[in-house]
């Protein structure tokens, strides 16, 4: 039964929406597994509860949304595995365009798209181009992506401009970083949100997640929906924020 009614209320004030949110998408196998259905079942059922979030997230007023779909880690999965993910994403970006087009969501890729296969590097290709103009929120999809990676890319190109005698070494800053990662405009989240009750990030957003507030559900991903984002959304309204500093009341 639904924590807060059937109806879904995207203007309650006891929330607190973040511009960009990042959710690791954990738990298919898990949700399979309860009933008796293969993996694949609950990666299918996985995707079809991203279409049901990006249609939340947008309701909320949510920005950019990153969710996590294939980490660099992932390939390590028995290859039937793999390669039903990846007919997935091919099967996904193409034939849900119109829902998002809809919706007017821009969706963008963040990972290492060049060693996925041509045919999806394709299909993330079209779906950049085709919603590139769409404005009300962004899905970002890391896929083949892991955060140490993007940070090993973006200290390799800052590299290079230290040996072309660009800048010097002690010319490297944060902000320098943070602008050679994958998709530099997009902000840091300020929620991260994990699913299935694991506790852990998994090389997902490391730099961007400095200071990014981390909310657990027991709920397995696809049956993650808008009881769960709302209750997310309450808890980080009472979060303090303080990025190292100290409360607004505690400062003299
Ligand atoms: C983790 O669950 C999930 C993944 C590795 C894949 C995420 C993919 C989707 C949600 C499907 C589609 C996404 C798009 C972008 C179309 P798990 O398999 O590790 O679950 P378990 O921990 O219960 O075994």
């Not at 203007?11 to 399979?32: C, F, H, Q, Y």
């Not at 309450?234 to 990025?243: L, N, P, T, V």
């Amino acid at each position: 039964m639904a924590l807060f009614g059937s109806k879904k209320d995207y203007s309650r004030t006891d929330v607190k929406v973040p511009e960009s949110l990042g959710v690791i998408m954990d738990g298919n196998g898990r949700w399979a597994k309860k009933r008796l259905l293969p993996r694949s079942a609950g990666h299918r059922a996985g995707a079809e509860n991203l279409k049901e979030l990006c249609r939340l997230c947008k309701g909320y007023g949510v920005k950019y949304l990153t969710v996590y779909a294939f980490s660099t880690e992932n390939w390590s999965r028995p290859k039937d595995e793999v390669d039903q993910l990846m007919n997935l994403f091919i099967e996904f970006f193409d034939k849900y365009d119109a829902e998002l087009e809809e919706e007017d969501i821009r969706v963008r890729f963040s990972g290492d798209i060049k060693g996925l296969p041509d045919q999806l590097q394709e299909v993330c290709k079209r779906g950049e181009e085709r919603s590139v103009n769409r404005k009300t929120m962004q899905l970002i999809v890391a896929i083949n992506y892991g955060g140490r990676r993007e940070i090993e890319n973006a200290v390799r190109k800052i590299a290079a401009e230290v040996r072309e005698g660009r800048i010097e070494p002690s010319d490297i800053t944060e902000k320098m970083i943070s602008d050679n990662l994958y998709l530099p405009d997009v902000p840091d989240p300020e929620l991260i949100i994990r699913p299935s009750g694991e506790m852990r990030m998994s090389n997902f957003l490391l730099w961007e997640s400095a200071y990014s507030e981390f909310w657990v559900s027991e709920c397995l991903w696809p049956d993650f929906g808008y009881d769960e984002l709302t209750k997310a959304f309450i808890d980080y309204a009472g979060r303090d924020r303080r990025f190292g500093g100290l409360s607004k009341g505690e400062k003299k």
